[in-house]
């Protein structure tokens, strides 16, 4: 009897503490259409499989991808509030711009944007991968300014950087969906690893 009433303690022990020992930490995607998956399932995107690595690699960590195609800097900035709250993510990986750039909206606003959602994370003890993008050099001097707004802005805040998400697909037509804007599922692989190298470090 003795024995029977100890397990059922030890089971009700369990049951309360379980949840907070395995909660595990999040990191919460911040992205565009790049990092939605656009086009394709989003189970083949970059930051779901940026999830099965975590598991795959025995780390504490969930994946949140918080991204919208078309979204822009403005649009993650008002999001990015609510979302920290909400998932209170050990780190955040903000990968946003590339709209803003193809619009031509003004860079001021872009960097602006991209400062507060940093200093927001900062605030809410979350560490920060910043994820840059480039534009085609049709776009002039206004292609050289956006792309260095992320090296500026990794800089003065001292977080991690990764200059370029699609550097290593950007030169392989064939892994461009028919827009030439969009990686195919069998770039994510590779936009996976490009990403991991630059985050890896970050995990606690």
């Known amino acids: 009897m003795r024995s029977a009433l100890s397990a059922c303690l030890l089971l009700v022990a369990l049951l309360f503490t379980a949840p907070f020992a395995h909660a595990g930490k999040t990191i919460v ?5 790049l990092s ?65 750039g193809l619009r031509g909206l003004p860079l001021a606003q872009m960097r602006d944007n991209l400062l507060a959602m940093i200093d927001a994370s900062q605030s809410a003890k979350a560490r920060v991968l ?30 991690a950087l990764l200059p370029f998400l699609l550097e290593p697909v950007a030169l392989q037509p064939r892994l461009f969906q028919a827009d030439n804007l969009h990686p195919v599922a069998e770039a994510q692989p590779l936009v996976l690893d490009h990403v991991w190298a630059a985050l890896a470090p970050l995990l606690k």
């Open 29 to 33: 995607v911040m992205g565009d259409s």
């Open 130 to 159: 910043l994820i840059g993008m480039r534009l085609p050099p049709n776009y002039g001097p206004y292609a050289e300014e956006f792309r260095s707004i992320f090296a500026d802005l990794a800089k003065q805040k001292k977080v």
């Open 36 to 100: 939605a998956g656009y086009g394709i399932r989003p189970e083949q995107a970059w930051p779901a499989l940026l999830g099965q690595r975590l598991a795959e690699k025995r780390f504490d960590y969930s994946v949140a991808n918080l991204s919208i195609s078309g979204e822009t800097t403005a649009g993650g900035r008002s999001r990015l509030g609510p979302a920290l709250k909400e998932r209170q993510p050990a780190l955040v990986v903000i990968a946003l711009g590339a709209n803003d």
